[in-house]
């Protein structure tokens, strides 16, 4: 692995997003607009305290699942991966490449979004905001590395966002967002369980009620950052496979 390299893969993965002007304002602007439009709906204080604190996660995971899943896939079908994989680049530079650009543009996300729901919308949270951006962050990466993952099993980018209903969707359903975990059925909890956006979740949570950085916190981010690293290897591990 060259950081040279690395630094190079992730500027050229920067300058296609920002030429797809789309895809900036999908990234930058969805997710606070829809922030604001759930503080809308849950005029709960309560209510509104936990659910937006658990977009400010969700939106980079699923945002950079599918953005992620579609870019690579079009370098896959496009040739560029193979031409690439001829070079010095390394599959380590490209993985890390990948996870810096995705990264800066989910930290971006995550201040506009946490800006607009912090200091217009009213949310409020016993632990430090750092926290909220740092498990957001880690979050977001996961969707990346997964989304590196799942392009190898696509051959178009419909087929590519319909791994979404597969991967993102009962993560939404099922991370306690919707209804508390405690209360699903018991087979319900265990699959709840395996999935790695339910520990974002419950890290958040501690976050939500705690104002000291508690070991439960750091526990619940290792385990994503965990899935994180094995979604990330097996992802790198398919990046030589052709794509129909």
Avoid: H
């Avoid at 996300?109 to 217009?120: D, K, M, S």
């Avoid at 880690?138 to 997964?146: D, F, H, K, Q, Y």
């Avoid at 439960?216 to 994503?224: E, N, Q, R, S």
């Amino acid at each position: 692995m060259s950081l040279r390299i690395t630094f190079i893969t992730a500027g050229r993965i920067l300058r296609q997003l920002l030429n797809d002007r789309r895809t900036v304002v999908l990234i930058l602007a969805v997710p606070s607009l829809i922030i604001a439009l759930m503080s809308a709906i849950f005029d709960d204080e309560r209510i509104f305290n936990s659910i937006g604190l658990i977009l400010l996660a969700f939106f980079p995971f699923m945002l950079m699942f599918m953005v992620t899943s579609i870019t690579l896939l079009r370098e896959r079908t496009g040739g560029t991966l193979e031409r690439l994989m001829t070079t010095p680049t390394a599959k380590l530079d490209l993985v890390g490449g990948y996870a810096i650009a995705f990264g800066l543009a989910a930290a971006a996300q995550t201040t506009i979004a946490g800006a607009v729901a912090f200091l217009f919308l009213g949310l409020e949270t016993a632990g430090p905001v750092w926290a909220v951006f740092l498990i957001a962050i880690v979050t977001s990466l996961l969707g990346m590395a997964l989304g590196l993952l799942v392009s190898a099993f696509a051959t178009t980018e419909f087929q590519a966002v319909q791994f979404m209903p597969v991967i993102v969707v009962p993560q939404l359903l099922l991370c306690g967002l919707i209804w508390p975990r405690e209360q699903m059925a018991g087979w319900l909890q265990g699959v709840s369980d395996v999935l790695p956006l339910t520990y974002a979740v419950e890290a958040l949570g501690e976050v939500r009620v705690s104002s000291d950085i508690t070991g439960a916190m750091w526990t619940d981010l290792g385990i994503v950052a965990g899935a994180l690293l094995i979604a990330a290897a097996l992802g790198a591990a398919t990046l030589r496979r052709r794509t129909g």
